[in-house]
């Protein structure tokens, strides 16, 4: 497992390139990413959308960009379809989500003739690098909003494979509630402790899971042993499970806005990662989540 973002960029910049479809690519914030990542030797890019647009948008970033890099269509469905076209057809390795809209995009990846989708659920994932000497994955903060425990078992699976890509071969996950016991009159420990069972009993698989935990003992163990907790998971945890949208949205911004860490987002569950971003995020954010797309291939 790398120790820090920076460990991560430079693997991903450090295998062979791969293609990079961006869906909308006229953004000049999302072009300075690519342009970072193309220089770095990380991706070849390409890049669907309006031609002339998609110039003059790197322009803006000091981004020649090639116009054989180009594919040229203009209308939001068009462009989300032809980003698929291209992936399902091998001449994208991934893809990243430039000015277009998450759901027109998100509805193009699901459409069955492409072969993308997965019997399996779509969610968000951030790979945050707190200064722990070790990097956490926090999911999801930014897709669905109240999953059941269904949804949270392939939540944690989804992010259990990327993290078996970033070299952690069994991952511990902690599903977060506000307290360690189960309380009846908390949906959200029921369910980290029927997640916990449902680890132990091969129903989640590849996985260390044990719940509930509060986010101080989930990832500081001395957190843990001033409550007594005896854990394989206790403040060990490499997978942070947030009871819903709400909690993880505010943690990651917490994170970022008020801690000053950084973080690299992409969306899992299809047979290809998305690179997704917030239009907030600025062009490093960008450029880790590029190169965790490529990792997670």
Not at 105 to 122: H, I, N
Not at 252 to 264: I, Q, T
Not at 265 to 275: E, L, M, R, Y
Request: charged letters at 25%; hydrophobic letters at 45%; one cysteine or more.
């Amino acid at each position: 497992m790398f120790k820090n973002l920076e460990e991560l960029l430079q693997a991903a910049q450090s295998g062979p390139k791969t293609k990079m479809a961006v869906a909308a690519a006229a953004d000049s914030e999302v072009l300075e990413a690519v342009k970072q990542a193309w220089e770095s030797g990380m991706i070849e890019p390409v890049l669907v959308g309006e031609k002339e647009a998609i110039i003059q948008a790197g322009k803006k970033v000091d981004f020649q960009v090639d116009p054989e890099w180009i594919v040229d269509c203009s209308e939001p469905e068009e462009i989300a379809h032809k980003t698929m076209e291209l992936v399902a057809a091998g001449e994208a390795d991934f893809l990243m989500k430039g000015l277009l809209g998450t759901s027109t995009l998100l509805r193009a990846l699901l459409t069955k003739e492409y072969g993308l989708r997965r019997d399996r659920l779509l969610s968000h994932l951030s790979v945050m690098d707190c200064n722990l000497g070790r990097l956490i994955i926090m999911t999801d903060g930014a897709m669905n909003i109240a999953p059941d425990l269904e949804k949270k078992a392939q939540i944690i699976a989804n992010a259990a494979e990327v993290g078996q890509k970033l070299g952690i071969e069994k991952p511990k996950v902690a599903p977060l509630a506000a307290v360690e016991m189960v309380n009846p009159d908390m949906p959200a420990t029921l369910e980290a402790a029927a997640l916990s069972k449902m680890a132990d009993r091969g129903q989640i698989k590849g996985v260390v899971v044990d719940g509930p935990l509060a986010l101080d003992n989930a990832v500081n163990e001395e957190a843990a042993k001033h409550k007594g907790i005896t854990s394989q998971v206790a403040g060990k945890a490499d997978i942070l499970l947030m009871p819903d949208i709400e909690a993880g949205n505010v943690f990651y911004k917490s994170m970022l806005y008020l801690g000053g860490f950084r973080a690299a987002s992409i969306v899992v569950g299809a047979k290809v990662p998305v690179v997704l971003t917030s239009r907030a995020d600025d062009a490093r954010t960008k450029l880790l989540s590029i190169g965790l797309g490529k990792l997670a291939i």
